[in-house]
């Protein structure tokens, strides 16, 4: 029986359920960019398990390499033992994505999750350094474990730890203070000013583009500089590429594009290709200053998951296809967008590759453009500290048609909600 009544959620479920308990049915199964609800009725999925499946629901190509690998036995829990699996996504990982960009990374397997790659980011950070704060961003999101969450910029989500966190200093996202591009002088002076209070950080962690907190693009210029301030103060540079890395933005890395080489990146969601929990912390050789045993955590030997996210980097990431595909699907909904917002008064987008968003004035707006839009078909999500903001996630792999499909339906919806 492939159904069941709704009240199981509504009375033995915590109110803590977030994002997805504003879509009232329950679903059952998925392909590609389509998600079916036990009613039999057909969503569009441009919020894509908030990033974490960019190459679309139970992907032929993974899910033939995870059926043959079950088939055959392979091991599905392994810890830290060596195993084929394992040694193949490595093999991968290095070959064919670090390799070709010159990125000389050792590879961390941190745990399950993106906070887990941050809790390590930050850890390794203040062992290197033996210095113990971190600056972190306005409107930042790293995770909900209390390290990550102290480099977390929303204070509601901060609430639920209660206070004091690990010690980190917000600083001002780019484009705070509309346009300037910094360069961090002012920081300078007030980390030399003995009176200051403020302790030279480890590291700096930055999102290129902060996708819980609105689709915040930080320009190439500003990451540079930031990038250029870490290196002049032996600060360490942390990119936290778990919802923008994996080719959302266009290339693997969302840094690529301002030619910048952080000394710590980390990567999830999308990382295993199929929705399968896989996190890794990377950095440079040189920073591999970590004991054995020092972090673990038992389930980082997600072995289907070595599985399918080598068999997503062989396949998807083998030539740069996949990143002009992207680019050219990042423009199709730039344009529709730019359009929605010469024909309506109050909006206005922003966005990178295919994290896009359409930002609006009265924030309450959003939600009911969300709402409008499952009632007509497909799911998306809000974003931004006041959830004024409508984010497109859609998988990487969607069809021209289907976007388009999907971009009508929000479209009609934005025309319902303000026009
Ligand atoms: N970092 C970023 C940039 C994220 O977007 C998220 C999740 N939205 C996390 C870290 C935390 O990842 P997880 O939810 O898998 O712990």
């Not at 002012?186 to 480890?202: C, H, K, T």
């Not at 902060?210 to 600060?235: F, H, K, P, T, Y």
């Not at 590759?353 to 707006?365: D, K, S």
């Not at 009911?368 to 792999?397: H, Y």
Request: glycine fraction near 10%; charge should be negative; charged fraction near 20%.
């Amino acid at each position: 029986d492939q159904s069941i009544d709704d009240s199981v959620f509504t009375q033995h479920e915590s109110e803590v359920r977030s994002y997805c308990r504003s879509w009232p049915t329950v679903f059952t199964r998925a392909s590609g960019s389509h998600i079916t609800d036990q009613t039999g009725r057909q969503f569009l999925d441009f919020f894509a398990g908030a990033g974490s499946l960019n190459y679309g629901h139970n992907n032929p190509v993974m899910k033939s390499a995870l059926l043959d690998y079950i088939a055959d036995d392979g091991i599905t829990h392994g810890l830290d033992m060596a195993t084929v699996a394992k040694g193949k996504f490595i093999e991968a990982f290095h070959g064919k994505i670090l390799q070709p960009r010159r990125l000389d990374y050792k590879i961390q397997f941190p745990g399950p999750t993106g906070t887990n790659a941050v809790e390590a980011a930050l850890k390794l950070a203040r062992k290197v350094t033996g210095r113990e704060s971190i600056i972190s961003f306005t409107n930042a999101f790293h995770g909900m474990t209390l390290g990550s969450l102290s480099v977390t910029g929303n204070s509601m989500k901060r609430a639920g730890a209660g206070i004091p966190l690990v010690h980190a200093t917000p600083m001002p996202f780019d484009n705070y203070f509309g346009g300037v591009v910094e360069d961090f002088q002012w920081f300078e002076r007030v980390l030399d000013d003995s009176g200051s209070g403020l302790n030279r950080p480890a590291a700096v962690i930055v999102e290129t583009v902060q996708g819980e907190g609105g689709i915040n693009v930080a320009r190439a210029e500003w990451l540079q500089a930031l990038s250029e301030l870490c290196q002049r103060r032996d600060i360490l540079l942390i990119v936290d590429d778990v919802q923008m890395g994996c080719g959302r933005t266009g290339e693997f890395f969302s840094f690529e594009a301002a030619g910048i080489k952080p000394d710590i990146v980390t990567l999830s969601k999308s990382i295993s290709g199929y929705g399968l929990p896989l996190a890794l912390t990377l950095f440079r050789s040189d920073l591999d200053v970590w004991s054995p045993g020092e972090h673990n955590g038992t389930f980082r030997g997600n072995n289907p998951a070595f599985v399918t996210g080598a068999t997503t980097i062989d396949h998807y990431w083998s030539d740069d296809a996949l990143t002009r595909d992207v680019h050219a699907k990042g423009d199709r909904i730039h344009t529709r967008f730019s359009e929605l917002c010469d024909t309506f008064s109050g909006i206005s987008t922003r966005g990178r590759g295919m994290a896009q968003g359409l930002v609006f004035e009265e924030a309450a707006a959003a939600g009911k453009v969300s709402a409008s839009a499952f009632g007509a078909g497909l799911l998306v999500e809000t974003s931004g500290p006041s959830d004024e903001v409508v984010k497109l996630l859609p998988p990487l792999t969607i069809s021209n048609e289907d976007l388009d499909r999907g971009l009508d339906i929000l479209a009609e919806s934005v025309k319902e909600v303000i026009g």
